[in-house]
């Protein structure tokens, strides 16, 4: 059974970083597609990055050159360092793995 597992959210102010992190149980990241998708009140789940099997990464315009995704093979994790972050980026994170699974979401929320 596969799970994820997110960690990493909470508050930050506006222009600060975050380093989101998605773990794994029942499946080597190495070996699949995995994205960050985030959903605001409101509005519905925009794919944010992603990670190919060989490393390709993909990001949505709205966060490039601010959002960097990569792995960590030896931890079967993948993050989501969030630099200069701003409001428009409070949403909900959800980790995926090969368009499958889902983690259970965290919350990052962009405040003064």
């Known amino acids: 059974q596969v799970q994820l597992v997110e960690s990493g959210g909470g508050l930050v102010q506006p222009g600060g970083s975050l380093r989101l992190s998605c773990a794994s149980s029942g499946r080597i990241f190495s070996e699949y597609l995995v994205s960050w998708y985030r959903q605001a009140p409101g509005k519905e789940r925009e794919l944010v990055a992603t990670?190919?099997?060989?490393?390709?990464?993909t990001y949505v315009d709205s966060v490039k050159g601010r959002f960097t995704i990569y792995r960590d093979n030896a931890w079967n994790a993948v993050y989501l360092q969030m630099n200069s972050l701003n409001p428009e980026d409070t949403a909900v994170y959800y980790c995926?793995?090969?368009?499958?699974?889902w983690g259970q979401g965290i919350q990052v929320t962009v405040s003064s």
């Open positions: 995926n793995s090969d368009n499958k699974f």
């Open positions: 990670i190919s099997r060989g490393g390709t990464t």
